[in-house]
């Protein structure tokens, strides 16, 4: 199947750099609005065949253009969420986005166990969003399917579950409002990415 990972649109934390993770999180900005606009177009080559979004209300406004064009129904999932800033909710302290973002590289250099203070560990993550891959690739085998979910949980799962990127491509790549992540799976290779933000990986 093809698993097309999308970051939601701009919201004010976006733009304030807060670590706003709880639900149910900040409205889109006008900006963001428009880029939900755009992803319609963007994805207008591709056959979509399921929408889903995390309990986060900046999802559910990034998916609704795209429902609207394709009549498809966003199914909310819980797991989808973004990965748990626990003591450093909505601070913009640039040390603790560094904090944050070295336990996420924690988890991609292999220690799993390692906790967000106040928040989460990496196999608490896995656990969460391999669910809901999980049911999506079982209920779509042989489709497309769209997950609108947050920046830092898309990267630390593909990061940690597609077989061509490692830990430093995760690094260097950041993700942009409404970019999208597109991974296909096969039997033999796992989970693969084919385009990350529109460009390829060098492979690993």
Excluded: C, K
């Amino acid at each position: 199947m093809r698993l097309l990972l999308v970051r939601h649109g701009q919201t004010p934390s976006n733009v304030a750099r807060r670590l706003d993770t709880a639900v149910p999180g900040d409205d889109l900005t006008d900006e963001g609005h428009v880029q939900a606009r755009a992803l319609v177009s963007a994805l207008a080559p591709l056959t979509l065949d399921a929408l889903y979004v995390s309990a986060l209300v900046r999802t559910h406004q990034t998916a609704a253009p795209l429902a609207a064009d394709r009549g498809l129904t966003p199914v909310i999932r819980p797991g989808l969420r973004e990965i748990q800033a626990g003591d450093d909710e909505m601070t913009p302290d640039p040390a603790r986005w560094e904090a944050y973002l070295g336990i996420i590289y924690r988890w991609l250099d292999g220690d799993l166990e390692a906790r967000v203070p106040g928040g989460e560990t990496g196999a608490e993550v896995l656990a969460r969003y391999d669910a809901v891959v999980a049911e999506v690739a079982a209920a779509h085998p042989d489709s497309t399917a769209v997950l609108v979910s947050h920046g830092a949980v898309i990267r630390a799962w593909t990061g940690l579950r597609a077989t061509n990127i490692d830990r430093g491509f995760v690094a260097d790549s950041r993700l942009g409002n409404t970019a999208v992540v597109v991974l296909e799976r096969s039997p033999q290779d796992g989970w693969r990415v084919v385009t990350w933000a529109d460009t390829e990986p060098p492979g690993i």
